[in-house]
């Protein structure tokens, strides 16, 4: 049996009518739409196109990336600066 791919909003939203947790949380973030959040990374440098993402836009894609992983930024690894010279 071959693999199927889907769009990331079609996972969520096969989630979603699954009954699962991530896929509520998903839509509740209000990426699901149109014209969410993940449109605007998706014409940006970060994916697929070359359109600046603004500093709010960032802030609140990381926000929402920490609720879906459900990890806080505070227990994340801290990389040590090197300092040459």
């Not at 709010?56 to 010279?85: K, N």
Request: contains cysteine; hydrophobic residues 40%.
């Amino acid at each position: 049996m071959g693999v199927t791919a889907i769009g990331l909003q079609s996972a969520y939203k096969l989630l979603f009518e699954m009954g699962n947790e991530l896929g509520f949380t998903f839509r509740e973030m209000g990426l699901d739409g149109e014209y969410s959040l993940l449109t605007a990374r998706n014409f940006s440098i970060l994916a697929h196109g070359f359109d600046p993402v603004g500093k709010e836009v960032c802030e609140r894609l990381s926000e929402i990336a920490y609720t879906l992983c459900r990890v806080s930024p505070d227990h994340l690894p801290e990389f040590p600066l090197i300092c040459l010279g």
